[in-house]
């Protein structure tokens, strides 16, 4: 098989969706039909395949992104399970952007929910070509027609179904295939290995010819040969529209819509054919963007692109790592190039040299080793030593760095001490690790207590690092309340100079700065110019200057938070030909922040949450009450047959325990989904309630 060939015959997907819409259950159902397991496991059950660690199965949700590999009609597909909980956004976002196709599953009840939104968004942004399945119309309350109706209203995109349902909730059957206009119908739900075709029901026939006519008028405008034909012969050949439909799904032109059940097992085989038809191959999309350099701006569009090039100077990009009893796993996505375990490559992102081991092939948690990686494959590498998330590996003789990903800001905050004088160390190198894994968490030394502060991104995400960190390193810690993560920033521009002096015998300290401080929009964190003329601040001292603000800003002036979204302008200054130094430079930014920040109009900022509940009607009202009580802003409602979303943007620091009471004001009947929206500035009540405790 040429390399080129075998390009063709890889898939690298995505499974993604609102949290439980499914992705599990639906990639088990293609583990079980490609003969990768010979039993299905099952999420309520706690014995799945992608869901293999302890704290997934107990409760139920995904939680890191699992690869596995399968094969079906001879094409090999690397398959993604992501998590749908916002807390673990971060591993949708870094597996859409090594991935070439994504399924998005949507709940057949609801429809599209927040966090098919958010990744739905995700996904533009990397330009991901995706196709849709309809998840769980055997449910009570499924309706194919409704869900289908919110991929318009909520995503404002041009879906086409190549499926119809037949039937609905307990007695949904099969589905009716548009594209070479036939039933397929499934025998029993048990396995549901066994299907068969059969002519379309007659109550469906004409509702089926009308979807068709749509199908072909959407999928044929994109290919003028195919609409020639259509004109000459009134339809065209099966090969033809599935060729337009896989054209149109790469360009986004529109996102084609399958159907079914994977818990009863209907529907998963025409899945996997339409991932097989319709999703690219490695090399049916462009290929990676090459990173614009360190603090330039340039148009995105306008940088180079690596394509998927079998034989060019490897290339890679290293997507997600894990740390486990064999050591620590270095997931990479291949773009270009082969590369052998034993050779060397360069991290060019970092700069230095890294030396492969053992390349393993992933099976969810189990491994299969292989002794070449080639472009388009997704791969485990063991022995890399110091690369991270993000960073490139290359072939030094062609060193480039591929297009960066972005990671989301965290915003709640526990503080972590071991129980015992012996565990300090122990926590702290598995916190480091645990922080190597996953970069959407931080860590920090709290500087007046010397308490190790975690970040993360939710209640449920800080959760679940604390549980492996009693399991998975035995390091049994003393946990902190949940805290906010508050930041600082400035309103209005100030110039402030200040001269640092100091002579006592020997040689003197002397710098003086005069910086201008100025806001930003939220969002563009910290901006430095020099406009110094005249050599009246030395060159080599204006990087100290840089430093001392930097590090100065991660205590604000009004209750020690970091300060963000601001710009400091070195004006000008004076220096000493024998008494001036970096440090003493470094001393005088450092003063010259404290002193220019208070003047510049400081305001604490809070996470704002995007909260959606989902409510039955009878209890909207004491919702909606409870929401407006906690500062929230409610921005919509929407009725879903006997069920409402609210939707409200809430302070972080008002949603704490809401789901206990959320629960008791609606019998339990009410659930919700949160996610940070942005940063607000808090009331002054609020902020003098902040700046007391902080004193």
Partial sequence: MSEKSGLSLIRNIGIT?????????????????????????????????????????????????????????????????????????????????????????IEGVAGVQPQSETNWRLADRYNVPRIIFINKLDRTGADFYRAFDTLKEKLDIVAIPLQLPIGAEENFIGVVDLIEMKAIVWEGGELGAKYHDEEIPADLLEKAKEARQELLDTALSVDEAAMEEYFEKGDVDVATLK????????????????????????????????????????????????????????????????????????????????????????????????????????????????????????????RQEVKEVHAGDIAAFVGLKDTQTGDTLADPADPVVLERMTFPIPVIDISVEPKTKDGVEKMTLALQKLAGEDPSLRLKTDQETGQTILSGMGELHLDIIIDRLRREYGVDAN?????????????????????????????????????????????????????????????????????????????????????????????????????????????????????????????????????????????VGDVVGDLNRRRGMIQNQ??????????????????????????????????????????????????????????
């Fill in 17 to 105: 969706a609102h949290i439980d819409a499914g992705k599990t259950t639906t990639t088990e159902r293609i583990l079980y039909y490609t003969g990768v397991s010979h039993k299905i496991g099952e999420v309520h059950e706690g014995n799945t395949t992608t869901d293999y660690m302890d704290q997934e199965r107990e409760r139920g949700i995904t939680i890191t992104s699992a690869a596995v590999t399968c094969e079906w009609a001879g094409h090999r597909i690397n398959i993604i399970d992501t998590p749908g909980h916002i807390d673990f956004n971060i591993e949708v976002n870094r597996s859409l952007r090594v991935l070439d196709g994504a399924v998005f599953i």
């Fill in 243 to 366: 060729r337009c439909i896989k054209k149109g799904t790469i360009s986004g032109e529109f996102r084609p819509v399958l159907c079914g059940t994977a818990f009863k097992n209907k529907g998963v085989q025409p899945l996997l054919d339409a991932v097989i038809d319709f999703l690219p191959a490695p090399d049916d999309v462009e290929g990676i963007r090459i990173a614009p350099p360190e603090d330039e701006e340039v148009d995105e569009n306008k940088l180079p692109i690596i394509p998927v090039d079998p034989d060019g100077k490897f290339a890679g990009l290293a997507f997600k790592i894990i740390n486990d009893k064999y050591g620590t796993l270095t997931f990479v996505r291949v773009y270009r190039g082969i590369l052998r375990s034993g050779d060397s490559v360069l991290n060019t992102t970092k700069g230095h040299k890294e030396r492969i081991g053992r390349i393993f092939q992933m099976h969810a948690d189990k």
């Fill in 479 to 619: 946990i902190g309340a949940p805290q906010v993560a508050y930041r600082e920033t400035i309103t209005q521009p100030h110039v402030e100079t200040y001269t640092h002096k100091k002579q006592s015998g020997g040689s003197g300290q002397f710098a003086e700065v005069k910086i201008e401080f100025a806001p930003l929009e939220r969002n563009q964190e910290i901006q430095f110019e020099n406009k110094v003329v005249g050599g009246t601040v030395p060159k080599e001292y204006i990087p100290a200057v840089e430093k001392g603000i930097r590090m100065q800003s991660s205590t604000g002036v009004l209750a020690g938070f970091p300060t963000v979204d601001f710009k400091f302008t070195l004006l000008d200054g004076k220096y000493h030909d024998v008494d001036s130094s970096a440090l003493a430079f470094e001393i005088a930014a450092k003063a010259c922040f404290r002193e220019g920040m208070k003047r510049a109009g400081p305001v604490i900022l809070e996470p704002i949450m995007d909260v959606e509940v989902t409510t039955p009607n009878d209890h």
């Fill in 638 to 695: 929407e009725s879903s047959g006997s069920t409402v979303m609210v939707r409200a943007l809430v302070p972080l620091k008002e949603m704490f325990g809401y789901i206990s009471h959320l629960r008791s004001i609606t019998k339990g009947r009410a659930s919700f989904t949160m996610q940070f929206h942005h940063y607000d500035p808090v009331p002054r009540n609020v902020a003098e309630e902040i700046m007391a405790k902080s004193a």
